[in-house]
């Protein structure tokens, strides 16, 4: 149901703010979840609805909101040198993820 959800308002947010609305609705579906946006996001760049690069902009957005939240609950229940330890991890991750969208 959740794929149906977020597939029907990248449609319409598509036709109402164009690439900024699928943006927005990858930054935050990945709050929660990356999987539905994912998959909205592949479906209407093969159908042609949505450019690749959007598309892999988006799910990379959706990726990163989603690792940001995850590295932000580890750092707020554990905290000290487990916190910093996973912060410091994601956010290398985040900046390979940005450098590659960057080169493609």
């Known amino acids: ?13 598509k036709a109402w703010l164009g690439e900024t609305g ?7 579906s ?3 979840d990356v999987d539905a946006i994912t998959l909205s996001l592949a479906r209407m760049s ?3 609805a949505l450019s690749s690069g959007a598309a892999v902009t ?5 990726a990163t ?5 995850k590295a932000l609950l ?3 229940l554990c905290g000290g040198v487990m916190g910093r ?20």
Do not use: E, P
């Open 1 to 13: 149901m959740l794929l149906a959800v977020v597939l029907l308002l990248a449609q319409a947010l």
């Open 22 to 28: 699928i943006y927005l609705l990858a930054a935050v």
């Open 30 to 32: 990945g709050i929660s």
């Open 46 to 48: 093969s159908t042609g």
């Open 58 to 62: 988006g799910i990379v957005i959706a």
């Open 65 to 69: 909101v989603n690792t940001l939240v």
């Open 74 to 76: 580890v750092a707020a």
């Open 85 to 104: 330890l996973v912060l410091s991890t994601f956010l290398a991750m985040i900046a390979c993820g940005a450098l590659g969208l960057y080169l493609v």
